[in-house]
């Protein structure tokens, strides 16, 4: 756990009320809600002028490019020069900082592996935030390469969208910073974080979300951000909700009491993110998955705009309850439809064993199951092989054995994985994130599946892992082949 700040106090403007503001019950990751002139951006500035030293603050307009700048290096040091800047609303030169900072992160300890925080995990962090691109540090300015998936290198802010410079940009800022205070062993930072989702596609806030997530995990910093969106309180809930609470801000109230974040808040909150309501609003059918994985790795496969679907992340046995409670909405607000065409699907793991039960009052959700034991046996169908770049299984097979040794406890399941004759079936979730370091590095294991199945209507081995009926729900019937007679004269 990373609460440092149980209760926290800030002076209050005048424009806002007499008195300090008083906050209690904080978690790991608070979340500030309120209208338009609450005072969110009032208080997250008043609580980083407490405390320069362990506190960082985002400004909510984020603006500039991603080029190097030499002259905000000492600027933006960990210590109190950063104040100035960070206290307006607008930042007009905020991306440079944070690339700038870059420069610290190193200077400060050095380009080798052998440190609190690596590069590789650094690395890590930014590709699951930014699921679109392949992101490298370097040890020149700009000290780092962006380039997409697919090739297309990136060096200025011309070449992404509102979106993905917003999310490049606060990805560096937050977690150079926490590296910095991980290298230094400051142990109680708090990051202040306002409106981040300004830009950001729904889908992006899971990835932000996730990211915060792990921000507090690895680097027991303590988060709390300010936003209006319904999406990333959603996001928050679902990937961190026993570390996640709420305040409602307000103008009359000089306490606030944080609200933790129950069962009956995080149901709401879907609600609320927009996921009900993305299928009916655009005719695409629901899609319930089985955890983080799935909905990571399903999410980004409909990114490519070739599947129409909007998918909703569950937790493990909580599908089934997910599943009923679908089916009444439906049924109170939709006649029935034919099995081809569902409202929305449950996809299971073939792992559970035997044959699904399927309810028979069901005429809205539909049940399917993976015909590979789980998701991350489609990280070895040949397909996903050949967009990394390994080549066949046979070559992926002798990578793996190669370099099992590297990996100590989990050398015989690497090579049990390597050494089985059947991958679809094999249980390869133990090793699968030491077969993404072995194989693919750089792109986490359930983007590369999703780019892959979201490409294109699976073939081959996807088409046999997935099944056909999963395969056939979601990317509509096998097309016909076209059968042309030829009369032969005679």
């Known amino acids: 756990m990373a609460i440092h700040y149980p209760n926290l106090e800030a002076s209050r403007p005048t424009h806002l009320g007499s008195g ?58 960990t210590g109190p020069t950063r104040a100035g800047s960070r206290l307006k609303n607008l930042m007009s030169d905020f991306r440079q900082r944070a690339v700038a900072r870059l420069n610290t992160f190193f200077t400060t300890k050095g380009f080798s592996e052998s440190t609190a925080f690596s590069n590789a995990e650094f690395e890590s962090l930014m590709g699951r935030l930014l699921p679109d691109f392949v992101f ?27 979106g993905e410079a917003e999310i490049f940009s606060l990805g560096i800022d937050l977690l150079t910073i926490c590296a910095l205070w991980k290298i230094e062993n400051q142990v109680d930072g708090l990051l202040l974080i306002d409106e981040p989702d300004t830009h950001l596609h729904p889908d992006l806030h899971h990835h932000l979300a996730e990211f915060l997530v792990k921000l507090v995990d690895v680097f027991s910093v303590q988060i709390i951000v300010a936003t209006h969106s319904t999406t990333l309180l959603s996001a928050l809930g679902h990937h961190g909700n026993e570390k996640t609470s709420v305040i409602y801000l307000n103008r009359a109230d000089d306490e606030f009491h944080a609200v933790t974040f129950s069962e009956s808040l995080q149901r709401l909150a879907t609600c609320l993110g927009g996921h009900a309501l993305m299928g009916p609003l655009f005719a695409f059918p629901l899609l319930l998955v ?16 070739v599947l129409k679907l909007a998918v909703i992340p569950c937790e493990g046995s909580r599908i089934e309850e997910y599943k009923k409670t679908l089916e009444k909405i439906f049924k109170s607000i939709l006649t029935p439809s034919a099995p081809q065409s569902a409202s929305a699907y449950v996809l299971k793991d073939r792992d559970e064993g035997g044959p699904i039960s399927h309810d028979q009052s069901a005429n809205f959700v539909r049940v399917l199951q993976l015909q590979c034991r789980e998701s991350e046996n489609l990280y070895l169908a040949s397909e996903v092989l050949s967009a990394i770049g390994v080549g066949s299984w046979e070559d992926a097979k002798a990578k793996i054995l190669a370099e099992a040794h590297n990996y100590g406890a989990k050398q015989q399941v690497l090579e049990a994985v390597a050494n089985s004759a059947d991958r679809k079936g094999h249980d390869i979730k133990p090793a699968i994130a030491e077969l993404q370091r072995i194989l693919d590095p750089k792109v986490p294991w359930q983007i590369r599946v999703g780019k892959v199945i979201g490409s294109a209507r699976p073939t081959g081995d996807l088409l046999d892992y997935l099944g056909l009926g999963v395969v056939e729900a979601f990317w509509g019937a096998t097309p016909a082949v076209e059968v042309t007679e030829t009369v032969t004269a005679l």
Do not use: C
């Not at 030293?53 to 307009?61: C, I």
């Not at 300015?141 to 380039?147: D, I, M, Q, S, T």
């Not at 089985?290 to 705009?305: F, N, P, S, T, V």
């Open 136 to 162: 490298t540090l370097k040890q020149e300015a700009p000290f780092y390469n962006l380039e997409r998936q697919g090739g297309g290198h990136v060096v200025n802010v011309e070449q992404l969208s509102s």
């Open 290 to 305: 089985e955890g983080d994985d799935d909905y990571m790795l399903w999410a980004q496969a409909i990114r490519k705009h």
């Open 20 to 77: 300090p503001w008083k906050l209690r019950n904080l978690r790991d990751i608070t979340v500030l809600f309120g209208k338009n002139g609450a005072g969110k951006s009032a208080l997250l500035k008043a609580l980083y002028s407490a405390d320069f030293s362990k506190r960082h603050l985002t400004a909510p307009e984020r603006a500039g490019d991603i080029t190097y700048g030499y002259q905000f290096s000492q600027e933006e040091s």
